[in-house]
Every structure is written in C-alpha cells, then in structure tokens.
C-alpha cells in the first residue's frame, strides 16, 4: 500500500481547505487511517482519525468543531475537510494507516505514511 496526500497549499485564515489521501497498489482494507501534522521545529502531532468503516472518528482538541475526517472505502480516499484555518494549522500534513481497525491517535500504530503536504495558513 501506498499513500498519497494532496490538497494542500496556501489560505487566508479563516479560509478552508479539503486534504486527500488515496491508496495505490491495493486497498488499505479494514484498517483506521488518520492524519497527523508537523510545523516547523515542532514535533509532529495528531490531527484526526477514522476507523475502518468510518463511524467512529477522533480529533485532537485543538481541531475540534472545525476539521472532519471522512472516508470512502469504495474509491479508498480518505479526505480531511479543514474549515476556520489558523496560522497555528500551518505544517506539513501526513496520511497514514492504522496496523489496526481505528481511530487511534497514537502514531507508533500507524505502519504506512504518505509523503506528506504543505498546508500553510497566512495570518
């Protein structure tokens, strides 16, 4: 499996932005999968995850009420809607997937990680 982050780029606080996440080479299955993020000089954090079938999510307080993580197994994208942006959301932003069914906010549980995307938020 691999994964490949795209959406990201350059917003206005306030501004939104959508995240995708699609797996190639074969389907990420019943795993969780969630999105982590690293600013500059910072270590990277926990931003939102789903599990397997999308019915549970988790969020880290700080983007509580103004992220969503969703996911469509069919076409195995995994998206991450990002509203009310702040300058503070800036980094780069890292899909992954869970070794199991999800939503974890733990990083040594994730086995896969995409490359990664630039989300920068300009005050």
């Known amino acids: 499996v691999q994964l490949v982050e795209s959406g990201g780029g350059l917003v206005q606080e306030g501004g939104s932005m959508s995240l995708s996440c699609t797996s190639s080479?074969?389907?990420?299955?019943?795993?969780?999968m969630g999105w982590f993020r690293q600013a500059p000089g910072k270590e990277r954090e926990f931003v939102a995850a789903i599990n397997w079938s999308g019915y549970y999510t988790k969020y880290a307080d700080s983007v509580k009420g103004r992220f969503t993580i969703s996911r469509d197994n069919a076409e195995n994208i995994v998206t991450l809607q990002m509203n009310s942006l702040k300058p503070e959301d800036t980094g780069v932003y890292y899909c992954?997937?869970?070794?199991?069914?999800?939503?974890?906010?733990?990083?040594?549980?994730?086995?896969?990680w995409g490359q990664g995307t630039q989300v920068t938020v300009s005050s």
């Open positions: 992954a997937k869970d070794r199991m069914y999800g939503p974890s906010d733990y990083d040594g549980l994730y086995d896969v």
């Open positions: 080479g074969r389907a990420v299955g019943k795993a969780g």
